[in-house]
Nanobody
């Protein structure tokens, strides 16, 4: 059994920053590929960023140069640092991990096996 717990969400003004954390526990390899998704009202869940077992990264175009993703395999924790946030990025942010080790980032939602409960990010204008 694998548990993922997100934290760090909250209310921030436009242009502000937040750092999300995702702590993993249970029967999981420390270097499994992981990703951050967000789900805004009326929209589909979208991949924001992902990090592979070999620390290669992926970012969706709107967040490139503003977000960074990192992981601490000793702590089995993943982070998403977000800068210059805008109101359109208000959403519930979820972390996810895949059961299988992967040298490349995992971008297909169906390949993620475990999900956290999500953390709300609200950007006020």
């Amino acid at each position: 059994q694998v548990q993922l717990v997100e934290s760090g969400g909250g209310l921030v003004q436009v242009g502000g920053s937040l750092r999300l954390s995702c702590a993993a526990s249970g029967s999981i390899f420390r270097s499994n590929p992981m990703g951050w998704y967000r789900h805004a009202p009326g929209k589909e869940r979208e991949l924001v960023a992902a990090i592979s077992s070999l620390i290669s990264t992926y970012f969706t175009d709107p967040v490139k140069c503003r977000f960074t993703i990192s992981r601490d395999n000793v702590k089995t924790t993943m982070y998403l640092q977000m800068y210059s946030l805008n109101p359109e990025e208000t959403a519930i942010y979820y972390c996810a991990t895949a059961r299988t080790w992967s040298a490349v980032v995992v971008t297909a939602i169906e390949k993620y096996d475990y999900w956290g409960q999500g953390t709300q990010v609200t950007v006020s204008s």
